[in-house]
């Protein structure tokens, strides 16, 4: 068998002019992994600030490193006591950040982080949901502990998390107000939200009454400001950076709340559900080849683009 494999690889740290394309080992089966033959795969346009990204589990420089860490393709191998999915099954999840990604032919994946794909799903429509879902999910649900009849502010909704967000919220029965740039405004009111607000032109604070929940995408001063339009006992949830509450925040009796995404297989599974169920589409602003991923990066930094953009590795 051949053990090499096309992969998009940083040598050095830095940021999309740093990836190369180039021909890399096939990854070893740990106990517990599944090797998955990748059909595409999705990326975040921050992860290669992000300090797992060049270490592993123990802290240690793991490069060279292979981005993107969203994946959509087939069980090819089992590693021993891998359960929950089986070989030839098509699967999406998200992988491990102190691993290597998806950005390949192949990626070792544990296999408690994949769940099937979604059937009506194509592999690129697929590798866009698990990040930007499970994000949405957790902070809407898990942290935002959000219910039917709140209303919910969303900074950068017509994003790769965002426009997941907007889609759950109003499944649950919140009433959503999403906030971005004036290209953003059609993508936002396609999805159904309440009310779009161009920050081009508006102040968010200036047109939006009191929210039980802010879901911020953005950081900086939108996450300062967004203190003044929660409702006393509302949260403020960013994946950006910590909220740190302000006394504005003490005053209302407001919580702020950082998390990172972490990867479960039962919310990837309930996100199949609406998928199938016809009340999830996943947006996929641009699709690019493996050999042009280093395009897809810059593209995706340079801002503009609708929901995700995915790497597309095998369209068989
Ligand atoms: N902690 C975690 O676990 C976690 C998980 C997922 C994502 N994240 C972070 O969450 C952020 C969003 O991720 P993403 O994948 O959704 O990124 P994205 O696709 O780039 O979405 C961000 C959106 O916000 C828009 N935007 C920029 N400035 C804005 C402003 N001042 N007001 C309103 N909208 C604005 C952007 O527009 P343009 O494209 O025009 O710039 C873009 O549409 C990133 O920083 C990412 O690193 C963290």
Same mark, same amino acid.
């Given at each position: 068998?051949?053990?090499?494999?096309?992969?998009?690889?940083?040598?050095?740290?830095?940021?999309?002019?740093?990836?190369?394309?180039?021909?890399?080992?096939?990854?070893?089966?740990?106990?517990?992994?599944?090797?998955?033959?990748?059909?595409?795969?999705?990326?975040?346009?921050?992860?290669?600030?992000?300090? @797992?990204?060049? #270490?592993?589990?123990?802290?240690?420089?793991?490069?060279? #490193?292979?981005?993107?860490?969203?994946?959509?393709?087939?069980? +090819?191998?089992?590693?021993?006591?891998?359960?929950?999915?089986?070989?030839?099954?098509?699967?999406?999840?998200?992988?491990?950040?102190?691993?290597?990604?998806?950005?390949?032919?192949?990626?070792?994946?544990?296999?408690?982080?994949?769940?099937?794909?979604?059937?009506?799903?194509?592999?690129?429509?697929?590798?866009?949901?698990?990040?930007?879902?499970?994000?949405?999910?957790?902070?809407?649900? *898990?942290?935002?502990?959000?219910?039917?009849?709140?209303?919910?502010?969303?900074?950068?909704?017509?994003?790769?998390?965002?426009?997941?967000?907007?889609?759950?919220?109003?499944?649950?029965?919140?009433?959503?107000?999403?906030?971005?740039?004036?290209?953003?405004?059609?993508? #936002?009111?396609?999805?159904?939200?309440?009310?779009?607000?161009?920050?081009?032109?508006?102040?968010?604070?200036?047109?939006?009454?009191?929210?039980?929940?802010?879901?911020?995408?953005?950081?900086?001063?939108?996450?300062?400001?967004?203190?003044?339009?929660?409702?006393?006992?509302?949260?403020? #949830?960013?994946?950006?950076?910590?909220?740190? +509450?302000?006394?504005?925040?003490?005053?209302? *009796?407001?919580?702020?709340?950082?998390?990172?995404?972490?990867?479960?297989?039962?919310?990837?599974?309930?996100?199949?559900?609406?998928?199938?169920?016809?009340?999830?589409? @996943?947006?996929?602003?641009?699709?690019?080849?493996?050999?042009?991923?280093?395009?897809?990066?810059?593209?995706?930094?340079?801002?503009?683009?609708?929901?995700?953009?995915?790497?597309?590795?095998? *369209?068989?």
């Amino acid at each position: 068998m051949n053990q090499s494999m096309w992969a998009l690889r940083l040598h050095e740290r830095g940021g999309p002019e740093r990836l190369a394309y180039e021909q890399a080992p096939r990854p070893y089966l740990g106990t517990g992994d599944a090797l998955v033959r990748v059909h595409a795969a999705s990326f975040t346009p921050t992860e290669l600030t992000w300090e @797992p990204t060049w #270490v592993d589990h123990a802290g240690h420089d793991r490069r060279p #490193v292979i981005p993107a860490h969203e994946v959509s393709g087939v069980v +090819e191998a089992l590693g021993y006591g891998a359960i929950g999915v089986a070989v030839g099954e098509a699967v999406y999840g998200l992988t491990d950040w102190h691993r290597d990604g998806a950005a390949a032919e192949y990626v070792a994946v544990e296999a408690r982080n994949l769940a099937s794909k979604p059937p009506s799903l194509s592999h690129v429509e697929a590798a866009a949901v698990p990040l930007a879902g499970l994000t949405a999910w957790q902070a809407l649900f *898990d942290h935002g502990g959000l219910v039917a009849g709140q209303e919910v502010l969303i900074h950068g909704a017509g994003g790769g998390v965002g426009v997941f967000a907007i889609q759950l919220a109003r499944g649950a029965g919140a009433e959503v107000i999403g906030t971005g740039r004036a290209w953003a405004r059609e993508v #936002v009111g396609a999805l159904d939200a309440a009310r779009f607000i161009d920050v081009e032109s508006e102040r968010f604070e200036d047109v939006v009454g009191r929210v039980d929940l802010v879901f911020d995408l953005v950081g900086g001063e939108a996450r300062e400001r967004s203190w003044s339009v929660l409702k006393p006992g509302g949260v403020l #949830v960013s994946v950006v950076e910590d909220p740190n +509450e302000s006394a504005q925040a003490r005053r209302i *009796d407001a919580r702020g709340i950082f998390f990172v995404v972490e990867a479960y297989r039962g919310e990837l599974v309930e996100l199949a559900k609406r998928v199938e169920a016809g009340q999830l589409q @996943p947006i996929v602003g641009e699709v690019l080849p493996l050999a042009r991923g280093h395009d897809a990066f810059h593209r995706k930094h340079a801002g503009g683009i609708r929901g995700k953009a995915v790497l597309q590795v095998d *369209d068989t």
